[in-house]
């Protein structure tokens, strides 16, 4: 079945570069439509999406975000991997990924992990 | 602010109808296809509804999507107190090219 698992830092220093891992079972980021999203969310907010990257290899990030962001993959490992530097406070919040599917016009998570939850804080 | 405009709270008594207004426009709801998802408190999110009115393997049909030019409205039928939680929306921007989301309902069955 399919399974999504974030790992990553607790906690991190205003400024310091933040890296997450997604490990995934269960399905093949190489396959055709197969993507993995990242997320986020604040305390008490909405969700955020933050980026994407597909079984072709292609990524798209927010808009918002775009030069703090980094998403590559490892399919030998199925590991997905967030990096946002210059980290701040207003960055805390807790972090999903997800299963996505995506063809023209179509895209949707349909598997999300659990969410691990990054404080920015001295 | 959110791309996708959604009221920020719904409430309805147990066994009663709700629906769950979501607005956007010609780049994002208006030629892409929208999905709905249900968060309980605690909890991550889960897809409710994907390509506007498609239901997951164990979605109960009381849950349902359609779409209309730049909005889209997902209802849910014979509502139960486990319903209570937050649903948002989400679709693809085309002139973003980034998945937007909505700022989310309180759903509460009074």
């Known amino acids: 079945q399919v399974s999504l698992r974030e790992s990553g830092p607790a906690l991190v220093k205003p400024t310091q570069t933040l890296t997450l891992t997604c490990t995934f079972s269960?399905?093949?980021?190489?396959?055709?439509?197969?993507?993995v999203s990242w997320i986020r969310q604040p305390p008490g907010k909405a969700l955020e999406w933050l980026a994407r990257?597909?079984?072709?290899?292609?990524?798209y990030y927010s808009t918002s975000l775009r030069t703090r962001l980094s998403i590559s993959r490892d399919t030998s490992k199925n590991q997905v991997v967030l990096t946002m530097t210059n980290m701040d406070p207003v960055d805390t919040a807790t972090y999903y990924c997800?299963?996505?599917?995506?063809?023209?016009?179509?895209?949707?998570?349909?598997?999300w992990g659990q969410g691990t939850l990054v404080t920015v804080s001295s | 602010q959110s791309v996708l405009t959604q009221p920020p709270s719904v409430s309805a008594a147990p066994g009663q109808k709700v629906s769950i207004s979501c607005s956007g426009s010609?780049?994002?709801?208006?030629?892409?296809?929208v999905s709905w998802y249900q968060q309980l408190p605690g909890t991550a999110p889960k897809l409710l509804i994907y390509d506007n009115n498609e239901r997951p393997s164990g979605i109960p049909d009381r849950f349902s999507g359609s779409k209309s030019g730049t909005s889209a409205t997902l209802g849910i039928t014979g509502l139960q107190t486990g319903d209570e939680a937050d649903y948002y929306c989400g679709t693809w921007d085309s002139s973003l090219s980034a998945v937007v989301f909505g700022g989310g309902t309180k759903l509460t069955v009074l």
């Open positions: 269960g399905f093949s980021l190489t396959t055709s439509r197969m993507c």
């Open positions: 010609s780049s994002n709801i208006g030629n892409s296809y």
């Open positions: 990257i597909d079984w072709d290899g292609d990524t």
């Open positions: 997800a299963r996505t599917k995506f063809v023209s016009g179509s895209t949707y998570s349909d598997y």
